[in-house]
């Protein structure tokens, strides 16, 4: 008797399930405490972006970037901009369905180029709560040729041109995060039951495969106790055919 293949597949599945599911929530309950304590970017030359952290950019308002893109297998549309940091230089960003006429989040103030740009004051600060993302290679580039244009202030001293910060909704990222963590709470019960079935079946395969051994050894035992009784007869029917032999 062997384990039922239909038992490895269940046991094998379920394990990487449960792998999956627990690294995903590791994950989660990264990004859980980092929306809770959320690393503040007020300026460029110490932001030090990292990829996947979520963060709280602090800035004035939203400067044009002139370039959208599109991404398989999200193919919305996404504009660029640039978000004027509190102190100083700026942050890269992209919203989805935005558009070159200017288009921002509500309240935010979006300039076309570097003229008639007001001095703000720290009272006026908006705050963005974004998760970063690496900038795709052919949009870095695409910004990149866009550096020299004169009604453009980013360059490549004041600005990082590897890291988007990307506008969160917390509260649907919370979600999301804990239906991570129910998923893996029925991936842990899942593997429990496929793990319990495989672990009985295997008992019962090695309890088998003992009886048969056991069986197997008393047949043996038999088999050399039957010879043994052979040899004895034969050896006391010789013996007694030889002391008759003698006395006659």
Partial sequence: MKIKVKT????ALSSILLVVCLW????GAI????????RVI???SSANLRNHEIVQVEYFYAQNGYFGYGEWPDLRGKSVFALRLIEEGYVWTSLVDMTASGDFLPGVDVYMDCNNIREYDVSEKKVLLAKVEK??????ESLYEKVGLEKIPMTKENTDFDYF???IEPEALKEKIYGTFTITVIAIVFFLLCYSAFMREKRAVEFLKEEKRREETINLNRALDEERWKK??????????TKWDGEL
């Fill in 42 to 44: 007020v300026d460029s």
């Fill in 8 to 11: 490895y597949i269940l046991f």
């Fill in 31 to 38: 990004n859980l405490y980092q929306l809770k304590h959320p």
């Fill in 24 to 27: 995903n929530s590791v994950i």
């Fill in 165 to 167: 910060a990307i506008y």
């Fill in 232 to 241: 004895e007869r034969e050896k006391r029917r010789q013996e007694a055919y």
């Fill in 135 to 140: 900038i795709p290679r052919f949009v870095k």
